[in-house]
């Protein structure tokens, strides 16, 4: 079976303040793990992806998350939160040997307080 | 790279009334092709996805259905609408373990 769970569902931050968005998943198969953001009113945007190359995988405006086989987890972290972080974030799993059938997260809603 | 229309953006429809929602693709071959829905403050679920023509696995049981009538096209349906549909439709291809593509969306109100 596959499924993902982002163990938060609302996070907030102060603005500079570090962010951590938890991801762990559950495949029978070598899985690739990817973040999604969704801001209000817009489409989906691809943040990083994990396809069994280096465990630590950098994406855009700084974010960046760590695949843990041992722990099935993929958590999404960043330094130093920005007022345009505030969106929702989707944690997805997906594997070959699973016809790449994808298993999203429930989502984590960021709020940035100034 | 890859392009997805999706049509129409917005729809607003009466309980009962029947629903066909459209999903092109260009700029690829042969793509997995998904139907998604987010329901007003829940996550993103697969409704339909299909790794070829005429091939269309459901995820969950509900009013609705799935047709792939041509390669990069994917049609979302259904005969008679509930207000449980009401929500926000994505259409997405790709998958194969790289990046999708999704399409703008469609915000549904069943009234």
């Known amino acids: 079976a596959q499924s993902v769970t982002q163990l938060d569902s609302h996070v907030s931050v102060s603005e500079g303040t570090p962010v951590l968005l938890r991801c762990n998943y559950s495949s029978s198969y070598s899985p690739s793990l990817f973040w999604y953001v969704q801001h209000p009113n817009k489409g989906l945007q691809l943040l990083l992806k994990y396809t069994s190359a280096a465990t630590l995988v950098k994406g855009i405006n700084g974010f960046e998350a760590e695949f843990k086989k041992s722990e099935t987890s993929f958590h999404l972290t960043k330094p130093s939160a920005h007022m345009s972080d505030a969106a929702e974030y989707f944690c997805?799993?997906?594997?070959?040997?699973?016809?790449?059938?994808?298993?999203f997260g429930a989502g984590t809603t960021v709020t940035v307080r100034a | 790279s890859q392009t997805i229309h999706q049509w129409p953006a917005t729809l607003v429809q009466p309980v009962g009334s029947p629903l066909s929602l459209e999903c092109t693709v260009e700029?690829?071959?042969?793509?997995?092709l998904y139907w998604y829905r987010q329901a007003a403050g829940r996550g993103l679920q697969l409704l339909f996805y299909?790794?070829?023509?005429?091939?269309i696995s459901s995820e969950v049981p509900q009013n609705l259905s799935a047709s792939r009538p041509q390669d990069r096209q994917f049609i979302l349906s259904s005969k008679k609408l509930l207000l449980s549909d009401s929500g926000f439709y994505l259409c997405?291809?790709?998958?194969?373990?790289?990046?999708?593509?999704f399409g703008s969306g469609t915000q549904l109100s069943v009234l």
């Open positions: 997805v799993v997906t594997a070959r040997s699973n016809d790449y059938k994808l298993s």
């Open positions: 700029g690829t071959s042969n793509p997995n």
């Open positions: 997405a291809c790709g998958g194969r373990g790289e990046k999708l593509f």
């Open positions: 299909s790794v070829g023509i005429g091939q």
